[in-house]
């Protein structure tokens, strides 16, 4: 009788084990069409995570939109972690996995981690972009791009290891699966490849939950990115959607309305006059090609 009883415990606390490890483990969805580079961040991820995971492949030689792709994936996934990035992405930071998900499980309250976002959106329609004085001054995070070239964007004296943003580039998004209950990705609006991190950041946003960079957290981006008619399409379809909600900038900035229309018409003078010289000094390209 006893050695039943024993057995009954230690079968109890497997159970229990292994369900404090299936909280602790990452589904990984990556849209792919280049067999080298998906072997190669497959690698990167295998030596950096630090917990148990899946890889959730998409193949997609131009068959989805991204977001098709990323709902496809969350669809197979097992985790309660959920983690989209490029397949030409290396990461540098080990443990990563733990990291985020501590993060993740000691605040509640955030609901999207990136490795580059912005404290500002304009409703002008643009990505992470702005004029430059305030690229400056809400850009956060840091990358590498093709292992040599460095980018700090955070010019502020005191770096914070979690900075609150609105909005995280695509490059790397970490969220959790009761997140995305809430928020999916917008494949009926997004038919292409571009708009999709700043859609889904402001979805989460506006659900109440935090949206922060991780400065712990690096990777090496081995693309220029793609800055195609598509993303301008894109980034159209993205403001309009939010235009009512828009400009939004992080709750610890304590910005008031005038302030945030005052920076959103300094974004829309600065793109629109830029728009207009490149017309000017472009004619014939922007005509005939």
Not at 10 to 19: A, E, I, P, T, V
Request: glycine share 4%; proline share 2%; hydrophobic share 40%.
């Amino acid at each position: 009788m006893e050695m039943v009883k024993l057995q009954v415990s230690q079968l109890k606390r497997l159970q229990h084990y292994r369900l404090i490890k299936y909280y602790e483990m990452i589904s990984i969805i990556i849209s792919t069409y280049k067999p080298l580079l998906f072997q190669q961040v497959s690698k990167s991820i295998e030596k950096t995570i630090g917990v148990e995971y899946e890889i959730i492949a998409i193949e997609n030689h131009a068959k989805y939109s991204i977001c098709e792709a990323y709902n496809i994936g969350v669809s197979k996934s097992k985790y309660p972690y959920l983690c989209f990035v490029h397949e030409d992405v290396l990461f540098k930071t080990n443990d990563w996995g733990k990291r985020l998900i501590s993060t993740m499980k000691s605040d509640s309250s955030i609901g999207l981690i990136g490795v580059v976002g912005t404290k500002f959106k304009s409703s002008y329609p643009s990505a992470l972009g702005q004029s430059p004085l305030l690229w400056k001054e809400f850009m956060r995070g840091h990358i590498y791009h093709w292992d040599k070239n460095y980018f700090d964007y955070d010019n502020t004296l005191e770096h914070k290891d979690i900075e609150d943003v609105v909005c995280v580039d695509g490059v790397f998004l970490f969220t959790q699966k009761l997140i995305f209950q809430q928020c999916r990705f917008d494949e009926k609006l997004l038919t292409h490849f571009h708009g999709y991190d700043i859609d889904f950041s402001l979805q989460v946003l506006f659900q109440s939950y935090r949206v922060v960079v991780d400065r712990c957290m690096v990777v090496d981006h081995h693309s220029d990115g793609n800055y195609s008619v598509q993303n301008s399409i894109a980034n159209r379809k993205v403001a309009k959607k939010w235009f009512w909600k828009l400009p939004v900038v992080s709750k610890d900035l304590k910005m008031t309305w005038l302030k945030r229309h005052q920076i959103d018409a300094i974004n829309w003078y600065y793109f629109l006059v830029t728009a207009l010289n490149r017309k000017l000094n472009r004619p014939y390209k922007d005509k005939y090609n």
